[in-house]
């Protein structure tokens, strides 16, 4: 039997308590053919090319003699929960999570095979526009909600940092990001550091103190990555192949024609073409040479910038004291899959 539907009874257990939706919107995966081998992807609900990889079925095409099932997350901390039970063998995730995950005590076995984007003004701290807030500053004696453990809790904690207040200095409350909705819409909250789609809905009647570009441009960059188990690079290498040249592709349309890039991404945000492509506008994607050039994730046995930013953003929560300790940036480059770069996604 397959080593990949070993885990069937605990994905299950484990998918079914962490995700928030299972297979939504269209070009959902079915549970497929017993006989073949199934590769569960955790996904998150924000604009860009992973969501055209689930829309337009590009694994499902790739990939024939495997079932492929796509599970829906809100976060960065309950994807890597569903690594660490073993649940899911592909993961759509930030890169603050992955640094937590690299690290002590979690010591996630996956690594990262793609940059899906960088982010940039799709993910900002709002305040509400009722709150008097009209700086970082400001936010002293506030409640603040994130999700913990996410890149804007990382770019929270750096814009805290930048502003010179600490997490002491404010309530920080945990929240995923259609929870932050609602506490927003009762006025239990006053500010926010989240992604899109939920972002859009706080800026209706809040005012952006600074989003994740600027947070970038003081050298502090969050990315969303892709990341893969070590069981199934080892196990069935074609596979993360066959993935990897995917999300290549969605990359290259998201650039070329953002329209058609709209299309696929509305019906899985639950949102209007028109809508997507003003928010997809918000992104940094990297075409396929970016991503795989020296700056980024490097090529085959030469794993690149990403390991320096991986590094300081583990060493950065080691300073905030959200972990014990940081992996060496040797260790880190261990976990950069580079190989079949940049051939592979040709």
């Known amino acids: 039997m397959p080593h990949l539907r070993r885990r069937a009874a605990l994905a299950s ?39 055209i990889v689930k829309h337009d079925q590009l694994l499902e095409k790739a990939l024939p003699d495997y079932n492929i099932e796509w599970k829906a ?67 002293r004696g506030h409640r603040v909600a994130t999700p913990f453990a996410s890149t804007s809790h990382y770019s929270l904690l750096a814009a805290l940092e930048s502003a010179g207040l600490s997490d002491k200095d404010v309530t920080l409350v945990d929240l995923q990001p259609a929870d ?3 506490a927003w819409q009762r006025g239990d909250i006053d500010a926010a550091y989240v992604w899109l789609p939920t972002l859009d809905d706080l800026k209706k009647d809040g005012t952006v103190l600074i989003d994740s570009a600027k947070i970038a441009s003081e050298g502090k960059p969050t990315l969303n990555l892709g990341v893969v188990s070590d069981d199934l690079i080892a196990e069935h290498p ?17 650039k070329a024609d953002p329209d058609k890039s709209a299309e696929s991404i509305a019906p899985e945000l639950n949102l209007t073409p028109e809508e997507t492509k003003k928010q997809l506008a918000q ?10 050039s020296p700056t980024w994730l490097g090529t085959d046995g030469t794993p690149g910038g990403l390991a320096d930013n991986l590094h300081d ?21 261990k976990s950069i899959y580079t190989k079949g770069l940049p051939d592979g996604i040709k």
């Open 73 to 139: 997350f809100d976060s960065g901390a309950s994807v890597n929960t569903a690594f660490v039970a073993g649940a899911v063998d592909i993961g759509a995730i930030g890169s603050s999570p992955v640094a937590r995950g690299l690290s002590e005590p979690l010591n996630i076995p996956y690594k990262v095979a793609y940059i899906l984007d960088v982010s940039g003004a799709n993910e900002a701290l709002v305040a509400r526009n009722d709150s008097g807030i009209t700086s970082i500053e400001g936010l």
């Open 13 to 51: 257990i484990v998918i079914g308590t962490l995700a928030l939706s299972a297979c939504g919107g269209a070009g959902a995966a079915s549970s497929g053919e017993s006989s073949k081998p199934t590769i569960t992807v955790a996904y998150q609900k924000f604009p860009g090319g992973d969501l």
């Open 180 to 182: 932050i909705v609602a």
């Open 313 to 333: 953003a583990a060493q950065f929560l080691v300073d905030q004291k959200k972990i014990p300790k940081a992996p060496s940036r040797e260790e880190i480059a």
């Open 283 to 292: 992104g940094i994607y990297l075409t396929p040479e970016e991503a795989a």
């Open 238 to 254: 074609d596979v993360v192949t066959a993935w990897r040249k995917a999300e290549a592709d969605a990359a290259r349309q998201i």
